[in-house]
């Protein structure tokens, strides 16, 4: 490792999270993801939709000091000397954007799960919000945080790939291919709190996300099918979707939450003029190469031929595996860096990489733009950039 994750970097910054209680599956990723390289102390937060839910899953965590909601918190917390420097917000959809803008106005870093709002008018708002603030604003796509989806990247950049002309990228699940009742099924399949995309919005948004990050391209228009296969189900739990990047190149993008026998199979191809690529989320310690008209190369995770982003970003010694956890954790990471130059007033690394808040609009504005295409028949329709 080149990163010096484990150097003394200062003091641990102080985090506080806005919900991720009881039952929550992504308030426990975020959780470690945090702790991983010693970087963040939880000291607070307002973890459930009710007083009660929160300051029993506060007291469960040890929590200093535990809120009964979010606006409450953000404003206590402003106010104390010894007060919060970032917060994770890990709710459903539906309340990103008010939480997050109530901590930004207070200069207060954001940590964000995914997509960043329920609605392309919030995502506007919240973009506005993050800009007039001083504070940070990261967005959790996880993916970008895996090594060898650095070096992906770092290769495109490079010119090795040539000019890129196809991208396709999936990402397939299961679990939702019979009605569910539980809480993380029933908060994603209600349109009132993902917003008006299934499958495209918890699944779809981290496929295109990878896509655009890997190849550095822009997705100018697009013509979507999307399906709710689910009798009664409200929002859509298939999608199938042609891309046209900026420049030519062309694209396809499945998101499918009732695909029996996936469980989380993202899956990226990138093929240029001069070679391609292909990484699977479920193996993501290799990458395969292939020089057009030369054998299959296999890069390994801090193996031979693997580059320096991917090297600043790994833990362990190739061989020993690396995935979802610490791929999160790489995103968090990237926030501490971001935040300690801050908190001294230099810019952030050039190395440090991010989502950011405008990662996140084109992320609604991709949910957006299917929903409506396949209101118009699988019509092509531009993103609202």
């Given at each position: 490792?080149?990163?010096?994750?484990?150097?003394?970097?200062?003091?641990?910054?102080?985090?506080?999270?806005?919900?991720g209680g009881k039952d929550a599956f992504i308030g426990g990723v975020h959780r470690i993801a945090a702790r991983m390289d010693d970087r963040f102390e939880l000291v607070a937060g307002a973890l459930s939709s009710t007083p009660e839910k929160s300051?029993?899953?506060?007291?469960?965590?040890?929590?200093?000091?535990?809120?009964?909601?979010?606006?409450?918190?953000?404003?206590?917390?402003?106010?104390?000397?010894?007060?919060?420097?970032?917060?994770?917000?890990?709710?459903?959809?539906?309340?990103?954007?008010?939480?997050?803008?109530?901590?930004?106005?207070?200069?207060?870093?954001?940590?964000?799960?995914?997509?960043?709002?329920?609605?392309?008018?919030?995502?506007?708002?919240?973009?506005?919000?993050?800009?007039?603030?001083?504070?940070?604003?990261?967005?959790?796509?996880?993916?970008?945080?895996?090594?060898?989806?650095?070096?992906?990247?770092?290769?495109?950049?490079?010119?090795?790939?040539?000019?890129?002309?196809?991208?396709?990228?999936?990402?397939?699940?299961?679990?939702?291919?019979?009605?569910?009742?539980?809480?993380?099924?029933?908060?994603?399949?209600?349109?009132?709190?993902?917003?008006?995309?299934?499958?495209?919005?918890?699944?779809?948004?981290?496929?295109?996300?990878?896509?655009?990050?890997?190849?550095?391209?822009?997705?100018?228009?697009?013509?979507?099918?999307?399906?709710?296969?689910?009798?009664?189900?409200?929002?859509?739990?298939?999608?199938?979707?042609?891309?046209?990047?900026?420049?030519?190149?062309?694209?396809?993008?499945?998101?499918?939450?009732?695909?029996?026998?996936?469980?989380?199979?993202?899956?990226?191809?990138?093929?240029?003029?001069?070679?391609?690529?292909?990484?699977?989320?479920?193996?993501?310690?290799?990458?395969w190469y292939t020089p057009f008209g030369e054998p299959k190369r296999l890069i390994t995770r801090n193996g031979a031929g693997a580059g320096e982003a991917a090297g600043r970003v790994s833990?362990?010694?190739?061989?020993?595996?690396?995935?979802?956890?610490?791929?999160?954790?790489?995103?968090?990471?990237?926030?501490?860096?971001?935040?300690?130059?801050?908190?001294?007033?230099?810019?952030?690394?050039?190395?440090?990489?991010?989502?950011?808040?405008?990662?996140?609009?084109?992320?609604?504005?991709?949910?957006?733009?299917?929903?409506?295409?396949?209101?118009?028949?699988?019509?092509?329709?531009?993103?609202?950039?």
């Open positions: 490792m080149v990163t010096g994750r484990n150097e003394a970097l200062g003091r641990r910054i102080r985090l506080g999270m806005v919900g300051r029993e899953s506060g007291e469960a965590l040890g929590l200093a000091r535990i809120y009964d909601d979010f606006r409450q918190m953000a404003q206590r917390e402003a106010r104390r000397k010894d007060g919060i420097e970032a917060v994770s917000i890990v709710t459903p959809n539906h309340v990103h954007y008010a939480a997050a803008r109530e901590f930004l106005k207070r200069g207060i870093h954001v940590i964000c799960d995914k997509p960043l709002t329920s609605t392309l008018a919030d995502a506007k708002k919240l973009v506005k919000a993050a800009e007039e603030s001083d504070a940070l604003f990261i967005l959790t796509h996880n993916y970008t945080g895996y090594p060898m989806v650095r070096h992906a990247r770092e290769m495109v950049a490079s010119g090795q790939l040539g000019p890129i002309r196809v991208v396709q990228v999936e990402y397939p699940q299961d679990w939702l291919s019979v009605e569910q009742d539980f809480k993380q099924a029933n908060w994603r399949t209600d349109p009132a709190q993902s917003g008006v995309g299934g499958s495209t919005g918890d699944i779809g948004t981290h496929a295109f996300n990878l896509a655009c990050f890997v190849t550095g391209l822009r997705v100018d228009s697009l013509a979507a099918d999307i399906q709710a296969f689910v009798p009664g189900r409200q929002v859509d739990d298939n999608a199938h979707v042609l891309l046209r990047f900026d420049g030519g190149a062309r694209g396809m993008l499945w998101s499918s939450q009732v695909a029996p026998g996936n469980e989380n199979a993202l899956r990226l191809r990138v093929y240029g003029e001069k070679g391609g690529l292909e990484w699977a989320q479920e193996d993501p310690n290799y990458l833990r362990v010694p190739a061989g020993h595996p690396e995935g979802y956890l610490e791929g999160f954790a790489n995103i968090y990471t990237e926030a501490a860096e971001a935040i300690i130059a801050a908190r001294s007033g230099k810019p952030v690394p050039e190395a440090v990489v991010y989502p950011t808040v405008q990662d996140g609009l084109l992320g609604v504005q991709f949910v957006s733009a299917c929903v409506k295409s396949s209101a118009r028949n699988a019509a092509w329709v531009k993103l609202d950039h």
